[in-house]
T-cell receptor, first 117, second 109 residues
């Protein structure tokens, strides 16, 4: 299996621009998670989906952030407009479902390093 | 609120044993996880505890005490490649994963 695939791996953009991050989960996985990691705040869950449906988006920092999962094999995280404080590594992860919830093991993609200048 | 506490940084010697502690306070409990994150890479799963006691997996062991809200990750026969950050995470009553800030482990020859 190819694992979780994320693109782009690196993104440098100017403040005010729209940024779209992409994720392809592992085939057959029921859950998809978007995380943000910074030195200051560590790993933060932004939103997660179950069977393409958003379950909890309470971690999304503000309205500038939006996420979609149009089908089981693709998800996007969009930031519009971007700000310098959005600079971070964004991880996508996926997992199977077990007993009504996500499996204990999440598989992470390689991450997208976003720099907003 | 919910929180996970673990030391920010630890240093150990190659070949030795190190214990990384994690304490947690969450609304409900559905398991505790340890992940390893090498510098510049994604976290990878190490272990899972849902019942009290010790789970051993090769050089790594993880312990859980639910009554104390406490876990530790024990690494034996340390190797230089074990230098990484170790993240403790707890799944709460709503199956949400709450993540600790991670412990950076530095291994010296």
């Amino acid at each position: 299996d190819a694992g979780v695939i994320q693109s782009p791996r690196h993104e440098v953009t100017e403040m005010g621009q729209e940024v779209t991050l992409r994720c392809k989960p592992i085939s057959g996985h029921d859950y998809l998670f978007w995380y943000r990691q910074t030195m200051m705040r560590g790993l933060e869950l932004l939103i997660y989906f179950n069977n393409n449906v958003p379950i909890d988006d309470s971690g999304m920092p503000e309205d500038r952030f939006s996420a979609k999962m149009p089908n089981a094999s693709f998800s996007t995280l969009k930031i519009q407009p971007s700000e310098p404080r959005d600079s971070a590594v964004y991880f996508c992860a996926s997992s199977l479902a077990v007993a009504g919830g996500p499996s204990y093991e999440q598989y992470f993609g390689p991450g997208t390093r976003l720099t907003v200048t | 609120g919910q929180n996970i506490d673990q030391p920010t940084e630890m240093t150990a010697t190659e070949g030795a044993i190190v214990q990384i502690n994690c304490t947690y306070q969450t609304s409900g409990f559905n398991g505790l996880f340890w992940y390893q994150q090498q510098a510049g890479e994604a976290p990878t799963f190490l272990s899972y505890n849902v019942l009290d006691g010790l789970e051993e997996k090769g050089r790594f062991s993880s312990f859980l005490s639910r009554s104390k809200g406490y876990s530790y990750l024990l690494l034996k026969e340390l190797q230089m490649k074990d230098s990484a950050s170790y993240l403790c995470a707890v799944r709460d009553g709503n199956y949400q994963l709450i993540w600790g800030a991670g412990t950076k482990l530095i291994i010296k020859p």
